[in-house]
Structure formats: C-alpha cells, structure tokens
C-alpha cells in the first residue's frame, strides 16, 4: 500500500506542504486580489485569518493524515470506523478527491498560459511593445483552443510525470529541486524590481493599514485567499500528512508553512506592484495583472525579456508543484482501492482531469457565449466548475474541522499534536469554533451565486454535516469520559 511510504526525511513534508500551497494562488491570485481591495488592510485580515482559520485547520487536516497513514477517502473510512463516527465524515475524503479533480482540470490550463508566456518573453516579442498590443495578445492566445490544449496537456504530462515515479524518486526528489530553485529564481525578480520599479510605492501600497478602505467583499476575499492558499479541503494535505513521520511536530510544521506561504505572497506582491507602479501601471487590474499588466510592465524595462522570462518559469515552477500535490490523493486512493500500480493511478487521474480540462478550454473561446452551459447554468462551464470548487473546499474544510476538534480524543490529539495543555486548549478552540464558523461564514456567501435548484441540496449537506457533528459529538464525549 502506499501508505507504508514515509517522507525520508522529516522537513520533506514542510517542503511538500509549501509546494502544494504556493502556486498560481500567491503568484496571481494574492496580488490582483490585493490590489483591488486597497493593499494593507486586505493583508491585515488575510494574516489575522491565516492564525485564526488556516492553521488549526492545517493542523487538523495534517493530524486525520497521519493518524489513518492511508489517501483522504480511504483514511476517513478508517477513521469514521474506529472512532465509532457516522459513516457522513467519509464525505471528507470524497470533497476532498473531487476538489483536486476539479481543481486540477483548470488549474492546468490557467498554468499552461505561463508556457506562452515564458516563450514570448524569451524570444523578446513583447519588448517595446504597447498595452493595446499585449492586451490583444492574450486575447488571441485565450481565442486559440488548439493553443490552449497543447499548453493544458504539456503542463499536465510533466505533473504526471513527476508523480508517477512515486513518493520517494518522483515527488520528494523533484521538491527538493524545484522549491530552492523557485525561492531563488524570487529573489532575484525581487531584486530586479527594486533596481528597476517603485519599490516604496509598493511597500507602502502593501504595508498601509486602513480598514475603513476594505468592503464587505474584501473581507470576504481576504478570509477566502487565506483558506485556499494553503490548499486546505482539497485532500492534498491529509494525503502528504499519511507520508509525515510520527516524531515530526504538527504544530511547527503548520506554522513555518504557513508563515513560508505568506512570506512568498509578499515577496512576490512586492516583485509585482514594484513593477507596476514603476511603469506607472494600475495596480487594480484584477486576473489580468500577471498576463497583460506585467508583461507591459517587463516590455518597458532593461533586460526586462530575459527577467520576464525567469519570472513566468518560477510560475510555471509553482503552478507544478501544487498540482502535482493535487494528483497524489486521488492517485493514493486508486492504488489503495483497486491496487492499481502508482503509473496506472496517476494515468487515469490526469487523463480523466485533462479531459475535462478541455471544457474550460473551450469556455474562452468556442463557448465563450451561448454554449448548453451558459443556457443550463447561466455561467461558463469553466466558471460553473471552478463555483464547485469554491463550494467543496470550504465545506470539506469545515468538517475537517469539527472532525478532528469533536471526534478525536484529548490523548489522541496530544499524542499527535506533542504539545502544551495551552496551546491544545487554543487549538482546539479554535478548530471547534472559530474556525468552523468563519468557513462556514465565507462558504454560505456562495450560495446566492448558485443556482436556485442547488441550493436544498446544499442545505441537505449542512443538515447531514450537523447531525453528524452531533452525533459525533456524543461519541467522543463518551471516549474521554
């Protein structure tokens, strides 16, 4: 079985962890988020959720890993078994599988962009060039299904690859390259920024804390950027959690994760807006800011090719080591269910997710308007399955959650956890209240977004996911009695 494997070494699963969290979400998504929600005080709220929510779910998600030594959907099993819990906790690991399948099918094309643009920058086609010529640019590249097929099956084959050769030579081997190099490759564009852009009008557009400037929708945002950094709810963690050695702490794990996730993401706003405010761009201008903002930015700029270049392969870099963390559980599960070899697993997980990848291909293009999706659900199929995503993680999240806060025992936890009686008590707070309640805040907002006829199947989860934390509840209270 696989989960007889074990990281080699105990920081292996921290360099793991970090590379399934930083990816397009710090690289793309926490900049143009920052930059349309007004700078400091989106960071503010977004630190604060990190402590509060991210990490004793990390914690939590980590611990169910460990403790089952087995993929996400066969490790709940086993733990809904021998904690007496309703068979409705396995719905952990089945959200958890269906959220990295899902994830994977977009998340490959979005990422394979990065392939285009590495070459364009490169080559040198983009110096010189005028924000009516870039922007025309991306607009051909995102016109071209073919283009945009052969980028999404490129990227996905080298993330096969990779887990294909297995936990050890494959995945293990590969981060120990791939995450200095990436940090490296960082600093250098950090560098490269402050000698060529405006890096005070960065800091202080970064670091300037005004509250007053954040609506109720950037809160929102902050709180969910802080979830989905750490790639939380979507079986990653739990199935890298099953390699962690026994003797290795949770607690500082989660913490020097999270603290390297968030440091990447502020390295790399700061790269960014130096940038941007340096070529006198607009910091708020939303998804578009990695693929047309900064390649006017570079287009401007000294050598701004060859370090545009360098930049769009640290994101490529990136985009590999979280979706390689996105195959691994389902390829687990498949090796553990089916004893499929791991080359068969991963085959027919990135087969699978390629192919539905190709819908989103075609939601920008061929489908762009009038398509049965945009009739059905009044939405692209690329937005109505990214929608699913945004429903599953946090929901999956949330009874992480109160699973490991409800479910398992004092001792249990303090064997896992090896730590203070204070600190158990604040994570375990934590985890039972706040941070079920701040998911739950963030998730419940999607649900004016869905489509009237989703919506008593989502309360149906919510009532299940109740009586199930109730009855669980009972149960352990029985345990520890």
């Given at each position: 079985m696989s989960t007889h494997n074990v990281w080699t070494h105990k920081g292996t699963f921290l360099l793991a962890a970090v590379g399934s969290a930083v990816g397009l979400g710090n690289l793309w998504r926490f900049p143009y988020l920052t930059g349309e929600n007004g700078g400091g005080a989106f960071i503010l709220v977004y630190a604060l959720t990190i402590f509060a929510v991210g990490i004793p779910i990390?914690?939590?998600?980590?611990?169910?890993?460990?403790?089952?030594?087995?993929?996400?959907?066969?490790?709940?099993?086993?733990?809904?078994?021998?904690?007496?819990?309703s068979r409705a906790w396995e719905s952990i690991g089945w959200l958890g599988a269906a959220s990295a399948f899902l994830i994977l099918s977009f998340y490959s094309v979005i990422a394979g962009w990065a392939i285009h643009y590495t070459w364009l920058m490169l080559t040198g086609s983009l110096v010189g060039a005028d924000a009516?010529?870039?922007?025309?640019?991306?607009?051909?590249?995102?016109?071209?299904?073919?283009?945009?097929?052969l980028y999404h099956t490129l990227f996905i084959i080298a993330s096969g690859l990779i887990v294909g050769m297995g936990i050890h030579k494959g995945i293990e081997n590969?981060?120990?390259?791939?995450?200095?190099?990436?940090?490296?490759?960082?600093?250098?564009?950090?560098?490269?920024?402050?000698?060529?852009?405006?890096?005070?009008?960065?800091?202080?557009?970064?670091?300037?804390?005004?509250?007053?400037?954040?609506?109720?929708?950037?809160?929102?945002?902050?709180?969910?950027?802080?979830?989905?950094?750490?790639?939380l709810g979507m079986g990653a963690i739990m199935a890298y959690g099953a390699y962690m050695a026994s003797d290795a702490s949770l607690s500082r794990t989660a913490f020097a994760v999270a603290f390297v996730d968030t440091a990447v993401a502020m390295v790399a706003g700061l790269a960014i807006f130096s940038l941007v405010f340096g070529a006198g761009l607009d910091a708020g201008a939303g998804p578009g800011l990695m693929f047309v903002t900064l390649p006017l930015a570079f287009a401007e700029m000294?050598?701004?090719?060859?370090?545009?270049?360098?930049?769009?392969?640290?994101?490529?870099?990136?985009?590999?080591?979280?979706?390689?963390?996105?195959?691994?559980?389902?390829?687990?599960?498949?090796?553990?269910?089916?004893?499929?070899?791991?080359?068969?697993?991963?085959?027919?997980?990135?087969?699978?997710?390629?192919?539905?990848?190709?819908?989103?291909?075609?939601?920008?293009?061929?489908?762009?308007?009038?398509?049965?999706?945009?009739?059905?659900?009044?939405?692209?199929?690329?937005?109505?399955?990214?929608?699913?995503?945004?429903?599953?993680?946090?929901?999956?999240?949330?009874?992480?959650?109160?699973?490991?806060?409800w479910a398992l025992t004092h001792s249990e936890v303090m064997k896992e956890m090896r730590t203070g009686e204070t600190w158990f008590q604040v994570w375990r707070f934590l985890v039972r209240f706040v941070a079920?309640?701040?998911?739950?805040?963030?998730?419940?907002?999607?649900?004016?977004?869905?489509?009237?006829?989703?919506?008593?199947?989502?309360?149906?989860?919510?009532?299940?996911?109740?009586?199930?934390?109730?009855?669980?509840?009972?149960?352990?209270?029985?345990?520890?009695q």
């Open positions: 990390l914690i939590a998600e980590t611990m169910l890993g460990r403790a089952s030594r087995r993929s996400p959907i066969m490790g709940m099993r086993f733990l809904t078994r021998t904690h007496q819990a009516a010529t870039i922007g025309a640019g991306f607009d051909v590249l995102l016109a071209s299904p073919g283009l945009l097929t590969g981060l120990r390259i791939m995450m200095p190099a990436l940090f490296v490759i960082l600093l250098v564009v950090l560098a490269y920024s402050i000698a060529n852009g405006d890096f005070a009008a960065a800091a202080s557009f970064l670091f300037t804390f005004n509250l007053a400037d954040l609506s109720l929708e950037g809160w929102l945002q902050a709180m969910g950027q802080s979830f989905f950094t750490l790639s000294p050598f701004g090719g060859l370090i545009g270049g360098v930049f769009f392969i640290l994101v490529l870099g990136a985009a590999i080591s979280s979706s390689i963390s996105l195959i691994e559980p389902v390829a687990a599960f498949l090796v553990e269910r089916f004893d499929l070899t791991r080359p068969q697993a991963v085959f027919v997980m990135v087969v699978a997710s390629w192919a539905l990848g190709l819908l989103t291909v075609i939601s920008f293009n061929t489908w762009a308007e009038g398509s049965p999706f945009h009739a059905l659900f009044g939405r692209s199929a690329f937005d109505f399955i990214e929608l699913l995503t945004n429903i599953f993680m946090p929901l999956g999240g949330m009874l992480i959650a109160l699973f490991a806060g079920p309640a701040a998911v739950a805040f963030v998730f419940l907002r999607t649900i004016p977004q869905v489509e009237g006829y989703l919506i008593p199947t989502l309360g149906a989860l919510i009532i299940v996911g109740a009586f199930a934390a109730s009855r669980t509840f009972l149960a352990g209270n029985r345990q520890e």
